[in-house]
């Protein structure tokens, strides 16, 4: 690096633009990282948070939580499978509703039987149960102002219901979950427009339906198996983790969308570190022809120019990745969807890294080819 | 003896191309010893030159310098003669452009895989207090004039001892007084520290100061 060191020296102002591209490709890539883990967490955190290993649908190429509906037999059926160690049904359905002031809100109306594992712990208040209509809500509501003993009415079903609890951040489809009793969820999902008129009741066939099931399963519970008992029941069995993330709206657009992005600008980054040392090493050529015939070897100038890409790429990256983490932390305190997480954070860092190196080593590679004789130099 | 070199042919080109840029040429030169070798350019000086260095395999002939036997030796091992045993001075100096003066000396020393120590410095101070650059060690080549280059390369030349030197058209870019003085300079040089020098030069001013002067025409030597 003898000679690296003094060329960042000696040609600051090519280095310094080039540093500072490194740096801002570097500070994009580290930003979008978190956009993209905060945009992940901002659709689907009420999923991830669930301790679920699958997600039953019922039948269907691409199913969705939106469109999905089971029976009573599919859901019995799958909890007297061997191999299954928890099952929940669980009721889906998105709801404009007022708050207590008349605001309008927004919500995805969870069902889920009180105290099983599908009703989150609250942070505050109760947990579902004490009575037929009280609901837990998403931090993110309560953040709207959603209050506990606030009464939210339904918008066309005007079922009315009272908020009991408050728990962590939980949304689908970008939607914060209200989490109802089942039963207050089979009610307003498929009751009349208006309510039940006074007098009436429900007929039995509403609590026969639910959106989809919730499943714990063992590991000795294979693909083959699954599959089998999916053919059986009629429903469609998805790993929660990343398959069942698809089923929810926007998901697979935001994360292909953000993806792209990032992986264009890690293309970027190599493409353009490799022009940067191609045409480096290009004005370099009488020097390296001169170096070689006074003895340096091709290993030598290529340690050299390597570590010299290698100081290029990492002060530039750690410049920009330090950035980025520093006004990550006012974007994650606006509750903007941004979050660090540490390993997506590294993943893209390293992506960018080894990508620049490849760019950076595909292009100092022509020193190889550099003839000594031109240090010989007729009359230049 | 440092350098021994035997019937050396060197064809290039292909085809209706192909030239003898070398055509049987034999040379001898003692430790401490300065050749001149004149001639017109295209006359094969630049490929004696390069053939000498190993900078290029001759079609056929033997080379020795010192007691090394080069012409069978491959790239890599001719890469290691020419940092151990071979010092050039290059037409227009040729030194790096991101580096000091001292810096282009030191540069031999990292070449052989090793950190320049407090004795390395010293020494590469002392080579250039000989060729009188002792007031500008700290220069970079974009600083300094053409004949003050050419002494940093003389400098660089001698820093690893070597058996051999090989000096190119060494003031055609200098005029007739400082090209007096490297040529002077150079044969001091040569004298003092007894490595064999084989200089290129077409300018017949600057053969009062060598041992020996040689004549080359097509590819073919005479003694002048």
């Not at chain 2, 030159?49 to 790239?75: E, K, M, N, Y």
């Given at each position: 690096?003898?000679?690296?060191?003094?060329?960042?020296?000696?040609?600051?102002?090519?280095?310094?633009?080039?540093?500072?591209?490194?740096?801002?490709?570097?500070?994009?890539?580290?930003?979008?990282?978190?956009?993209?883990?905060?945009?992940?967490?901002?659709?689907?955190?009420g999923?991830?948070?669930m301790?679920?290993?699958?997600?039953?649908?019922?039948?269907?190429?691409?199913?969705?939580y939106?469109?999905s509906l089971v029976?009573r037999?599919?859901w019995?059926?799958?909890?007297?499978?061997?191999?299954?160690?928890?099952?929940e049904p669980l009721g889906h359905t998105v709801f404009?509703?007022?708050?207590?002031?008349?605001?309008?809100?927004?919500l995805t109306l969870w069902g889920v039987r009180p105290?099983a594992?599908t009703e989150?712990?609250?942070?505050?208040?109760?947990?579902l149960g004490?009575?037929p209509d009280g609901v837990l809500?998403?931090?993110?509501?309560?953040?709207?102002?959603?209050?506990?003993?606030?009464?939210?009415?339904l918008?066309?079903v005007?079922t009315?219901l009272?908020?009991?609890?408050?728990?962590?951040?939980?949304?689908i489809?970008?939607?914060?979950i209200v989490y109802a009793p089942l039963p207050k969820w089979q009610e307003a999902t498929y009751g009349?427009?208006?309510?039940?008129?006074?007098?009436?009741?429900f007929?039995?066939?509403v609590y026969d339906y639910v959106s989809v099931i919730a499943?714990?399963?063992?590991?000795?519970?294979?693909?083959?198996?699954?599959?089998?008992?999916?053919?059986?029941?009629?429903?469609?069995?998805?790993?929660?983790?990343?398959?069942?993330?698809?089923?929810?709206?926007?998901?697979?657009?935001?994360?292909?969308?953000?993806?792209?992005?990032?992986?264009?600008?890690?293309?970027?980054?190599?493409?353009?570190?490799?022009?940067?040392?191609?045409?480096?090493?290009?004005?370099?050529?009488?020097?390296?022809?001169?170096?070689?015939?006074?003895?340096?070897?091709?290993?030598?100038?290529?340690?050299?120019?390597?570590?010299?890409?290698?100081?290029?790429?990492?002060?530039?990256?750690?410049?920009?990745?330090?950035?980025?983490?520093?006004?990550?932390?006012?974007?994650?305190?606006?509750?903007?969807?941004?979050?660090?997480?540490?390993?997506?954070?590294?993943?893209?860092?390293?992506?960018?890294?080894?990508?620049?190196?490849?760019?950076?080593?595909?292009?100092?590679?022509?020193?190889?080819?550099?003839?000594?004789?031109?240090?010989?130099?007729?009359?230049? | 003896?440092?350098?021994?070199?035997?019937?050396?042919?060197?064809?290039?080109?292909?085809?209706?191309?192909?030239?003898?840029?070398?055509?049987?040429?034999?040379?001898?030169?003692?430790?401490?010893?300065?050749?001149?070798?004149?001639?017109?350019?295209?006359?094969?000086?630049?490929?004696?030159?390069?053939?000498?260095?190993?900078?290029?395999?001759?079609?056929?002939?033997?080379?020795?310098?010192?007691?090394?036997?080069?012409?069978?030796?491959?790239?890599?091992?001719?890469?290691?003669?020419?940092?151990?045993?071979?010092?050039?001075?290059?037409?227009?100096?040729?030194?790096?452009?991101?580096?000091?003066?001292?810096?282009?000396?030191?540069?031999?020393?990292?070449?052989?895989?090793?950190?320049?120590?407090?004795?390395?410095?010293?020494?590469?101070?002392?080579?250039?207090?000989?060729?009188?650059?002792?007031?500008?060690?700290?220069?970079?080549?974009?600083?300094?004039?053409?004949?003050?280059?050419?002494?940093?390369?003389?400098?660089?030349?001698?820093?690893?001892?070597?058996?051999?030197?090989?000096?190119?058209?060494?003031?055609?870019?200098?005029?007739?007084?400082?090209?007096?003085?490297?040529?002077?300079?150079?044969?001091?040089?040569?004298?003092?520290?007894?490595?064999?020098?084989?200089?290129?030069?077409?300018?017949?001013?600057?053969?009062?100061?060598?041992?020996?002067?040689?004549?080359?025409?097509?590819?073919?030597?005479?003694?002048?």
């Amino acid at each position: 690096m003898f000679i690296a060191l003094r060329d960042l020296a000696f040609a600051k102002g090519r280095f310094f633009l080039m540093g500072l591209v490194v740096v801002l490709i570097a500070f994009l890539t580290t930003l979008l990282s978190g956009l993209s883990a905060g945009l992940i967490k901002n659709n689907i955190s009420g999923l991830m948070e669930m301790p679920v290993t699958h997600i039953a649908f019922e039948a269907a190429d691409e199913p969705t939580y939106r469109a999905s509906l089971v029976d009573r037999a599919m859901w019995e059926g799958w909890a007297g499978k061997p191999g299954v160690k928890g099952m929940e049904p669980l009721g889906h359905t998105v709801f404009n509703a007022r708050g207590a002031r008349n605001e309008p809100l927004e919500l995805t109306l969870w069902g889920v039987r009180p105290g099983a594992f599908t009703e989150p712990r609250v942070t505050a208040g109760a947990q579902l149960g004490a009575t037929p209509d009280g609901v837990l809500v998403s931090r993110i509501l309560a953040d709207k102002g959603v209050k506990i003993g606030d009464r939210i009415v339904l918008d066309r079903v005007l079922t009315e219901l009272t908020v009991v609890g408050i728990t962590e951040e939980a949304n689908i489809g970008h939607i914060p979950i209200v989490y109802a009793p089942l039963p207050k969820w089979q009610e307003a999902t498929y009751g009349p427009p208006g309510g039940m008129p006074p007098g009436e009741v429900f007929p039995d066939v509403v609590y026969d339906y639910v959106s989809v099931i919730a499943l714990q399963l063992e590991d000795s519970l294979d693909k083959a198996a699954i599959a089998a008992i999916d053919e059986e029941l009629g429903t469609t069995t998805l790993v929660k983790v990343d398959k069942s993330y698809i089923a929810s709206t926007g998901y697979l657009e935001e994360v292909r969308s953000v993806g792209m992005i990032q992986y264009s600008l890690i293309l970027i980054a190599a493409v353009v570190i490799g022009a940067f040392f191609a045409i480096w090493t290009i004005q370099r050529t009488q020097e390296i022809g001169l170096v070689k015939a006074l003895g340096g070897s091709n290993g030598y100038l290529l340690r050299d120019s390597l570590g010299q890409a290698l100081l290029l790429l990492g002060g530039g990256t750690a410049l920009g990745l330090g950035a980025a983490l520093w006004l990550g932390q006012f974007l994650m305190k606006t509750g903007r969807p941004f979050m660090y997480v540490p390993e997506t954070v590294t993943a893209a860092v390293v992506a960018l890294l080894v990508a620049g190196l490849i760019g950076g080593a595909l292009s100092v590679r022509r020193i190889t080819a550099v003839d000594p004789i031109i240090a010989l130099g007729r009359d230049r | 003896m440092s350098l021994l070199a035997r019937d050396l042919v060197l064809v290039l080109g292909d085809g209706e191309q192909q030239v003898r840029a070398l055509d049987g040429v034999s040379v001898e030169v003692q430790d401490g010893e300065l050749l001149a070798v004149v001639g017109p350019s295209g006359s094969g000086k630049s490929s004696l030159l390069a053939v000498c260095g190993g900078l290029r395999t001759p079609t056929s002939g033997r080379i020795r310098i010192g007691d090394t036997d080069i012409t069978a030796l491959g790239q890599s091992l001719l890469t290691g003669i020419r940092r151990d045993r071979i010092g050039f001075v290059f037409q227009q100096s040729n030194l790096v452009p991101s580096l000091t003066a001292v810096e282009q000396l030191l540069l031999m020393v990292h070449l052989r895989g090793r950190r320049p120590g407090r004795a390395d410095r010293d020494r590469a101070l002392a080579l250039l207090r000989e060729v009188g650059m002792e007031h500008r060690v700290d220069r970079r080549p974009g600083e300094l004039s053409g004949g003050e280059r050419q002494r940093v390369g003389i400098a660089r030349a001698f820093m690893t001892e070597p058996a051999l030197l090989l000096v190119d058209e060494p003031t055609s870019m200098l005029d007739h007084g400082r090209g007096r003085q490297i040529v002077e300079l150079l044969a001091r040089e040569c004298h003092e520290h007894k490595v064999a020098t084989l200089m290129v030069t077409h300018d017949p001013g600057m053969l009062a100061y060598a041992d020996r002067v040689v004549r080359m025409t097509d590819g073919r030597l005479t003694e002048a």
